[in-house]
T-cell receptor, first 115, second 114 residues
Framework: NAGVMQNPRHLVRRRGQEARLRCSPM?????VYWYRQLPEEGLKFMVY????????ESGMPKERFSAEFPKEGPSILRIQQVVRGDSAAYFC?????????????FGPGTRLTVL | DQQVKQNSPSLSVQEGRISILNCDYT??????FLWYKKYPAEGPTFLIS?????DKNEDGRFTVFLNKSAKHLSLHIVPSQPGDSAVYFC?????????????FGQGTILTVHP
């Protein structure tokens, strides 16, 4: 009964490179949320996806960031042309339902460092 | 615009005593509140939640109290144990068309001394 899996756990990129973060939700969960935690801050919502659909991307920066959750395979958060300010911990969470009040199960996070 | 605030960055408590962690919110659309616990290098783990139609929810050593008029909630841990030492996040959910997305506070570092 595996939990939410994220890889890689640590990712180092130079400015201008691309970062790809992967999230495999818990078995049976088709709702995925991505959050970002900057140093000394709480988690901030980025995007909510269901299989093959982006439902709410109101927390995602308008440029360089994109997310997908294909029919097969993990959800991907992609950051193009990374900058130092993108250095953060990125967490994904999954839920059996997108309804409010449902517990979200979090993965261990990917710590992105931009040099 | 910090809609969920945890004004105490840290709290230190003796083992066996009560830990009280506080959280304030500004958005009256929030109707569900959750507490998460986080250890270093791990993801947050769900602890306990409360719906806005209740003022108290209890689960073992953990109790959450909600004061809607004051837009304030608190998490009580009693008795506190050294293994409770972690960062505690308060989170809120507006329900409805918010699709379950959570708004988090900044977190409170709890240290329980043996």
């Amino acid at each position: 009964n595996a939990g939410v899996m994220q890889n890689p756990r640590h990712l180092v990129r130079r400015r201008g490179q691309e970062a790809r973060l992967r999230c495999s939700p818990m078995k049976g969960h088709s709702h995925v949320y991505w959050y970002r935690q900057l140093p000394e801050e709480g988690l901030k919502f980025m995007v909510y996806l269901q299989k093959e659909n982006i439902i709410d991307e109101s927390g995602m920066p308008k440029e360089r960031f994109s997310a997908e959750f294909p029919k097969e395979g993990p959800s991907i958060l992609r950051i193009q042309q990374v900058v130092r300010g993108d250095s953060a911990a990125y967490f994904c969470a999954s839920s059996p339902s997108g309804a409010g009040g449902n517990e979200q199960f979090f993965g261990p996070g990917t710590r992105l460092t931009v040099l | 615009d910090q809609q969920v605030k945890q004004n105490s960055p840290s709290l230190s408590v003796q083992e066996g005593r009560i830990s009280i962690l506080n959280c304030d919110y500004t958005n009256s659309m929030f109707d569900y509140f959750l507490w998460y616990k986080k250890y270093p290098a791990e993801g947050p783990t769900f602890l306990i939640s409360i719906s806005s139609i209740k003022d108290k929810n209890e689960d073992g050593r953990f109790t959450v109290f909600l004061n809607k008029s004051a837009k304030h909630l608190s998490l009580h841990i009693v008795p506190s144990q050294p293994g409770d030492s972690a960062v505690y996040f308060c989170a809120a959910d507006a329900g409805g068309t918010s699709y379950g997305k959570l708004t988090f506070g900044q977190g409170t570092i709890l240290t329980v001394h043996p």
